[in-house]
């Protein structure tokens, strides 16, 4: 009985990996975070970033998911570049039509590079790119207007500075989006994101760091390995049922190429 | 005897349903993959014309340009015409041209010409639209041609398995494609860098 308890904690072990490899060596980025509207790869955006668009993002998916052309996302994505990597190795459509963002092909995909600086992550290069359906609303052809406007590149701006601009591209964007999409005026203001960075600013919904407690249940000397086996198992079905679903959170859109990109 | 009649013409009935079923699905499989191949090239040809007219309106919104940057003048020029041609011929090889001269004409233009630091030359307000307009034209161009060489490879090594082999050469099917490939041999197509 013992045996067979452990041949069948051996396969769920293997048919987790085997899930985990096969899911993992068709994409050429990293699956979307359980966030999905702020992936800050480059850890370059606080708690508050994440608030305002993780909430923003989900309402105006919700709000509008049975209206014409319904169901928007944008997305907000940043990525470090490391070890020799320039802004050319990073496909926007790629990495939209992975993510699958905005259901009826109504996403747009707003992505950071930053590089490694003095004082972290500094911003070199902003790109947007809108879904094939996007392109038939008229704030489309102003999103390249939009990250111009904001003066994204000016010489020393802080981390903060940085921060605020992207959120402005990112409330004008959703702004348009309402207003040509949806009819619907949109009042916005970044009156208080000071208030908010100071106070959010290293809050976050989406840790996804292993937990101690599944460190600590490996170490312990009072299970056996069975047991550690068993929990393994479930942990790596469980982490890729988790993955299978953050990826569903995109609404199943795609983009042709549809965008502008800004350099510092 | 009767039965084993009844057998026989049983299987060559279901030989008979097998195949046409087969020839039914592989034609609408080849005409699918085909049309594929058709729209993305449709696609990659609507945008090489917005930014054949973007080319033309950034020639328009420069003064200058010609006395100055003669050779850059020549190639956008030249580029524009290789593009009427095509269009006028319906030649795909002659649109792949076209497209090539564009990219070069417009590499080339944003290489040599620096509005900000040369005197001689002056543009209008739409002369920054065209610019976007280029730099949007150009993205979409970009995934166009990656789509239609993906649809090619999907139409190409269709054709080349059996029995849509058959079919194809049977039912007058194009027996391939080309690729929208840039320079001869060229696997990769050249980007601008803006």
């Given at each position: 009985m013992h045996r067979l308890k452990s041949l069948f904690f051996l396969a769920l072990i293997a048919a987790g990996i085997v899930w985990l490899v096969t899911s993992c060596d068709k994409d050429e980025y990293p699956r979307p975070t359980a966030a999905f509207y702020l992936n800050d790869y480059a850890d370059a955006l606080s708690g508050a970033a994440e608030l305002y668009i993780v909430s923003e993002g989900e309402d105006l998916y919700g709000d509008t998911l049975?209206?014409?052309?319904?169901g928007a996302q944008i997305v907000v994505a940043t990525f470090l570049l490391e070890d020799g990597e320039t802004a050319a190795d990073y496909d926007k459509t790629e990495l939209f039509r992975q993510w699958k963002i905005g259901a009826n092909d109504m996403g747009i995909l707003l992505l950071f590079l930053y590089e490694e600086g003095e004082f972290g992550p500094e911003l070199v290069e902003a790109q947007v790119e809108a879904g094939y359906?996007?392109?038939?609303?008229?704030?489309a052809y102003d999103l390249g207007d939009y990250i111009d406007d904001a003066t994204l590149f000016e010489e020393g701006l802080d981390a903060f500075e940085t921060e605020k601009r992207i959120m402005w591209i990112y409330f004008s964007i959703l702004e348009g989006v309402y207003r040509d999409v949806y009819d619907t005026e949109l009042i916005w203001t970044l009156d208080d994101y000071d208030v908010d960075y100071e106070v959010y600013y290293s809050d976050s919904m989406y840790d996804t760091d292993l937990p101690m407690d599944f460190i600590s249940y490996l170490l312990s000397p009072y299970l056996d390995w069975g047991s550690k086996l068993g929990y393994i198992a479930v942990s790596l079905l469980v982490f890729g049922l988790a993955g299978g679903f953050v990826r569903n959170l995109g609404g199943g859109g795609s983009s042709g190429g549809f965008g502008f990109r800004r350099r510092r | 005897m009767k039965r084993a009649l009844a057998i026989a013409l049983a299987c060559i009935g279901i030989f008979i349903v097998v195949t046409v079923v087969s020839v039914i699905t592989g034609y609408n499989s080849l005409v699918d993959t085909q049309y594929d191949v058709y729209e993305m090239e449709s696609d990659i040809e609507i945008e090489i014309a917005a930014r054949h007219v973007a080319l033309g309106g950034i020639i328009d919104a420069i003064t200058g340009l010609q006395e100055h940057y003669v050779e850059v003048y020549t190639r956008i020029t030249a580029a524009r015409g290789l593009y009427d041609d095509a269009v006028a011929s319906g030649d795909p090889g002659d649109m792949i041209a076209a497209d090539a001269a564009q990219v070069q004409a417009i590499s080339d233009f944003l290489a040599y010409v620096v509005i900000e630091d040369n005197l001689d030359l002056t543009v209008d307000a739409a002369y920054y639209d065209y610019i976007d307009a280029i730099q949007l034209a150009e993205g979409l161009i970009a995934v166009a041609r990656q789509d239609y060489n993906e649809a090619v490879t999907t139409y190409n090594t269709s054709v080349r398995k059996f029995p849509k082999i058959l079919y194809a050469s049977l039912l007058g099917f194009p027996t391939s494609f080309d690729y929208?490939?840039?320079?001869?041999?060229?696997?990769d197509i050249p980007t601008i860098n803006f």
């Open positions: 049975e209206e014409e052309d319904g359906h996007v392109r038939a609303y008229a704030f | 929208w490939r840039m320079g001869e041999g060229d696997e």
